[in-house]
């Protein structure tokens, strides 16, 4: 039965907390009320308040402290209730949580996932539609993770959490509430990879490069293109740190293009780092630049304007366009 | 002469004017009235209503153990001063005037008992049972530090101010969780330490807001040393420190940092109250740092020797040692084995910091991650390759 992303990870929260007692969630509202945008809704219900916490309103102490419950042994999930509230707990994942395991060689694990509603498309206040990822991809010791559908939510949330790494997971928040189908029968162990990007449209004409909110974007792009006779190969990296770019690098050796789409800002981000790796990978098959198409370099607008930002059907379809006239 | 009245914030309007004393803002200042003492500047041990009992137990013994401790910290802080000068470490922070605060509190902690650290608290480290040699590495560049934090009970060093108030409450609440409190005898605690600039850090209040919420197993160890590097404490705050506990529902002590056997006791109660589930609680030792903030700093540009001068009459060594002569007959024999023990002990850390290897360029990409990191993984064999080119060229 189709199911949605927010009800396929609050299902792999749960499947969590029954796998390891020491599995915490902590965040504001998470509780009683089930998360503003109830992911976590019913599980401090049945998993009680020690298990559940309803913290201040203080995203630097959530990420202080669950640094310190995961010295003591614990596996704490974070919930920053908006992209644009990371900040105050910047430090913290900066400073401790990326660097704790490498400043004691491996004797101190923290093994934290923050999970972060991100991106825009809900017509929100400024601070609740940000695209943050680059600034933590750039952190060493921080992995950062993406999902796009359903199924990838339930797994990827399991895996992050089973995880000795700090991850962030990023969820693309105008995704939460449409539908698709999620195996959680089959099991952890035997889920798709949480580090390897995927094709999730094959093609033979040009490759789009993309994550989160934009791959049903970037599906709906390639759908469109094929009515015209283009057949475009979409990769969903899912990983945004470390890149899984081999999947991108086989796919453009044989399509000779690559569009590269992301709703956030494009300098110094995950879209400039796929394209500087694959014109050093792939500098003899390219017949065409690679291509960008993102949300600008001003601070995210007011929501009016956001589908003048945001990366739409029609902004892929032109670069796509002027890859293949080149 | 009448105690200075501390100046009460009552109206929201009202600021301390110049000709108000408020106790303990200046460093030229005496602790004010509800300063703990025990054993006053010339080794006179005062009875103290409340805290005497947690230093009932402490025999003649225990204080020559607490003497031996503030020696050789002090010894082991200046060699590491002095390793600097010699171009043996890059950097040096010293403790120099903190030895009773350290030991005192440090001595008071149980072996299950976590700390978490600043980076100043090498005389902390001592009493966990963390070697000396085993800071070196982070002050000459071989390492972050070398100790297990797991089996020690005591946090890396935290070097961005404040952040370890907060991990501290992550795991006193993480305590609480495991029910590792409410026995006096059974219980465990956590004990944080963090300076006088710190307490104007977001994640200072934000640490006492966690642990009052969690009601966690938590002492807050403020070691007043009434300077931010150039910053005198009156920049940091209009009342006293130990005040700003009520606020956040706790209580709040000062005690005389300069004080070992102070310490000692107000730390023990403080550690019962969290022990029992009464936590947390802030001591505030009122110290004052003697040296530079660290050995890049020259102190002499923003503070007056009289200052300082008042400070050597407060020595923390000093009193116990008259103490112990006058009062429990110690002879010279043990003060001076005491200082030839001080004396191995700095000629062992010299040989050891000069013996202390370069790490290879592996070390760089060693424990980013606990699973692979292709990225990582690339970047060690690219980069180990490379430097394998220049050997090849020599062959």
Redesign the interface.
């Known amino acids: 039965m189709p199911t949605t992303m927010a009800r396929a990870l609050n299902d792999g929260l749960r499947a969590a907390m029954e796998r390891d007692p020491k599995v915490l969630i902590m965040g504001e509202d998470v509780g009683r009320l089930g998360g503003v945008f109830r992911i976590t809704d019913g599980l401090q219900k049945d998993f009680g308040e ?1 298990r559940v916490l309803d ?2 309103l ?1 995203e ?2 959530i ?12 596996r ?1 999930v974070c919930e920053i209730q908006f992209d644009g509230f990371v900040f ?1 707990g910047y ?2 994942i900066v ?2 949580l990326a660097k ?10 923290v093994p934290v996932v923050v999970r972060i509603p991100y991106g825009g498309g809900i017509g929100a206040v400024e601070h609740h539609s940000e695209s943050p990822e680059s600034l933590f991809a750039h952190v ?2 921080l ?1 950062v993770v993406t999902c796009s559908t359903p199924a990838d939510a339930h797994w990827m949330i399991q895996q992050a959490i089973v ?3 700090p991850v962030i997971f990023f969820e693309p928040k105008r995704r939460y509430w449409e539908k698709g189908e999620v195996d959680a029968g089959s099991d952890l162990a035997s889920a798709y990879p949480l ?1 390897a990007s995927r094709v999730v449209r094959p093609g033979s004409t040009l490759t789009l490069a993309t994550y989160g909110p934009m791959v049903k974007t970037c599906l709906d792009a390639a759908g469109a293109a094929a009515e015209e006779g283009h057949e475009l190969e979409v990769i969903d990296l899912r990983s945004l ?4 770019l081999g999947p991108v690098e086989d796919s453009v050796r044989r399509t000779g293009r690559l569009v590269v789409v992301s709703e956030a800002p494009s300098e110094s981000s995950v879209t400039s780092e796929v394209a500087a790796r694959i014109q050093q990978e792939c500098f003899f098959s390219l017949e065409a630049p690679v291509l960008r198409v993102t949300g600008f370099d001003t601070p995210y607008p007011p929501s009016r304007l956001e589908d003048e930002y945001l990366p739409d059907l029609d902004r892929v379809l032109d670069a796509v366009d002027r890859s293949l006239a080149w | 002469m009448d105690e200075p009245q501390a100046w009460i914030p009552t109206d929201p309007r009202s600021r301390p004017s110049h000709d108000q004393v408020v106790a303990g803002l200046k460093g030229v200042d005496e602790g004010g009235p509800e300063l703990v003492q025990l054993l006053t500047p010339e080794g006179e041990r005062v009875p103290d209503e409340r805290f005497d009992r947690y230093a009932a137990d402490i025999t003649a013994e225990d204080l020559c153990s607490l003497y031996r401790d503030l020696v050789l910290v002090r010894r082991a802080d200046r060699e590491g001063n002095s390793l600097q000068r010699q171009g043996e470490l890059g950097l040096w922070v010293p403790l120099l005037g903190q030895e009773a605060a350290q030991v005192g509190s440090g001595r008071a902690l149980a072996p299950e008992d976590m700390c978490f650290p600043s980076y100043r608290e090498h005389g902390v480290a001592w009493c966990r049972g963390v070697d000396p040699t085993e800071l070196l590495g982070i002050f000459r560049g071989t390492d972050h530090g070398t100790w297990d934090p797991v089996a020690t009970r005591f946090h890396p060093y935290t070097i961005v101010i404040g952040n370890q108030c907060l991990n501290a409450a992550g795991y006193a609440m993480g305590q609480r969780f495991e029910s590792r409190v409410g026995d006096r005898d059974t219980g465990e605690a956590t004990i944080c330490y963090f300076g006088d600039g710190a307490t104007s850090q977001g994640d200072v209040h934000e640490g006492f807001v966690w642990a009052a919420a969690y009601d966690a197993p938590l002492v807050f160890f403020c070691q007043n040393n009434q300077w931010a590097i150039s910053v005198p404490l009156d920049r940091q705050t209009r009342v006293p420190l130990y005040q700003r506990a009520r606020g956040y529902g706790f209580p709040g002590v000062r005690v005389d940092g300069n004080d070992v056997l102070a310490c000692l006791a107000v730390t023990r109660w403080a550690l019962d109250e969290c022990r029992t589930g009464n936590g947390p609680v802030l001591i505030e030792a009122f110290t004052y740092r003697m040296d530079s903030h660290t050995t890049s700093d020259d102190a002499t540009r923003y503070r007056l020797a009289d200052e300082v001068e008042l400070w050597k009459l407060k020595d923390p060594i000093e009193r116990v040692r008259v103490h112990l002569a006058r009062r429990h007959g110690v002879g010279a024999d043990f003060f001076d084995a005491v200082e030839a023990e001080a004396d191995e002990l700095g000629e062992r850390m010299r040989a050891f910091c000069r013996a202390m290897p370069q790490p290879g360029p592996e070390r760089m990409f060693s424990e980013v991650y606990a699973d692979a990191s292709p990225t990582v993984d690339r970047q060690r064999e690219e980069y180990l390759a490379y430097h394998a080119s220049f050997a090849d060229g020599e062959g």
């Not at chain 1, 704790?100 to 694990?109: C, D, K, N, W």
């Not at chain 1, 740190?241 to 899984?244: A, G, I, K």
């Open positions: 020690q913290t201040p203080s630097s102490g990420i202080g402290a669950a640094v310190g419950l995961a010295v003591r042994g614990f704490p105050p430090d913290q400073s401790q704790l395991r490498y400043r004691t060689q491996g004797r101190v694990p060493a010791g992995k995880s000795d790494d580090h740190s470390p890149l899984d």
